[in-house]
């Protein structure tokens, strides 16, 4: 019987991983401060590190000098329930905001800061931390929340009152609309650059749905695996210059799984016959995918046809390429600035670099793997 990877002592204890809105860089919060790492090539940028506290959330503005933190940890830098403006070119905070609750999450973009509560997400005008919208959400302690990073207008989206609910928000539009992605509670989401697309998983983690969020149509429905999982991140490729605008070509996913699936996305707009509801949500768009790049299906998809109650699981898409990850620590998943490259970044320490073939898919392979957490000093002394 194999043993299990011994799992490493840091010499500062690691509370949040996260990309920036490109994925170019990554941010991490440590039990003494934050650092800032550029992906490719991978190299530290800039630590801060503090004497008295931690820090469990830092979200980036892009590449800029302006970053968003929470205090976080057993002795936090800042209290929980407060979100500071941190500008590196001055080495303090700018700016601050209070909540009578504590901060589960933070989403940034050039003209607007998000900030999810349990029970509330609150927006405010970057320029100036006006306060310009207020949404009730039900129970949302993972914080889910994204935000469109794009330069068109913004949208948001966040859990609605009703498990399995989507609020989505289109400021510049002031319109509000509502998708029943899932039966059961909601457990991850995520959004383009754009805004046009929508990801969602179920608590239960094995199905993904890809929405359109001009009118809530069911896109995709893409299969993780048939045990129940929980989902520690998704996320669209084309997040970098003018892919931004662009359609995405794939959705990637981790999960306690130990597994990061990396899925292709359907092009055009040809409307199709009504998906399975079975698990809630509005009617599938039958689109096209490039070929050679199909995500494959299940050997006994033919059953479908005979097995209504059954077609669901067996129509379902797989994933297109896979990585299995040694440890199976959480991890937070990104994509390279080349085709057909996934970036990971896990809770062990260590960030990724891996490759995937855009027209066959199957297994990744790892081209690095850099540890960019210290090690704690082991007894005896030495590394």
């Given at each position: ?126 320029s100036d931390l006006r306060l310009t919208a207020s949404v009730e959400t039900a129970a949302n302690a993972s914080g889910l929340l994204a ?80 045990d129940a999982a929980r989902i520690h991140c998704l996320a669209f490729s084309g997040g970098r210059g003018a892919l931004a605008a662009a ?90 600035q080349e085709p057909g490259t996934l970036l990971l970044l896990s809770s062990s320490g260590l960030f990724y670099n891996l490759v995937f ?27």
């Amino acid at each position: 019987m194999a043993k299990s990877p011994e799992k490493k002592k840091f010499a500062h204890e690691l509370l949040h991983l996260s990309f920036n809105q490109d994925q170019g860089c990554f941010a991490v919060g440590t039990s003494n401060g934050f650092r800032v790492h550029n992906c490719e090539p991978f190299k530290e940028t800039f630590r801060r590190e503090f004497s008295n506290g931690g820090i469990g959330i830092v979200e980036m503005l892009f590449r800029s000098n302006i970053l968003a933190l929470v205090g976080g940890g057993p002795l936090p830098r800042y209290p929980p329930n407060k979100v500071m403006l941190w500008d590196d070119h001055q080495g303090r905070c700018i700016g601050e905001l209070s909540f009578r609750s504590r901060v589960r999450r933070v989403a940034l973009r050039r003209d607007l800061l998000a900030v999810a509560l349990e029970h509330k997400v609150l927006v405010y005008a970057f320029s100036d931390l006006r306060l310009t919208a207020s949404v009730e959400t039900a129970a949302n302690a993972s914080g889910l929340l994204a935000l469109s990073t794009g330069p068109d207008a913004a949208l948001l989206a966040c859990p609605g009152l009703h498990s399995g609910q989507v609020r989505l928000e289109a400021y510049a539009t002031r319109r509000t609309r509502f998708v029943q992605a899932h039966s059961g509670a909601l457990g991850a989401l995520c959004l383009t650059p754009s805004g046009k697309h929508l990801a969602t998983a179920s608590e239960r983690g094995t199905l993904l749905r890809v929405w359109s969020t001009a009118d809530g149509t069911r896109l995709q429905e893409l299969r993780r695996g048939t045990d129940a999982a929980r989902i520690h991140c998704l996320a669209f490729s084309g997040g970098r210059g003018a892919l931004a605008a662009a359609p995405p070509e794939w959705l990637a996913v981790t999960s306690d799984r130990g597994t990061a699936h990396v899925f292709s996305l359907r092009r055009g707009q040809g409307v199709g016959p009504a998906g399975d509801r079975a698990d809630g949500g509005g009617g599938a768009q039958q689109q096209q995918q490039p070929e050679g790049r199909a995500n494959p299906t299940s050997k006994l998809a033919f059953v479908s046809s005979y097995l209504p109650l059954a077609a669901g699981y067996f129509s379902s898409e797989r994933s297109f390429a896979q990585f299995h990850l040694p440890d199976g620590a959480p991890t937070v998943v990104g994509f390279g600035q080349e085709p057909g490259t996934l970036l990971l970044l896990s809770s062990s320490g260590l960030f990724y670099n891996l490759v995937f073939d855009p027209l066959v898919g199957g297994a990744c392979e790892q081209v690095s793997c850099v540890q960019f957490m210290e090690e704690a000093p082991r007894q005896g002394g030495g590394y």
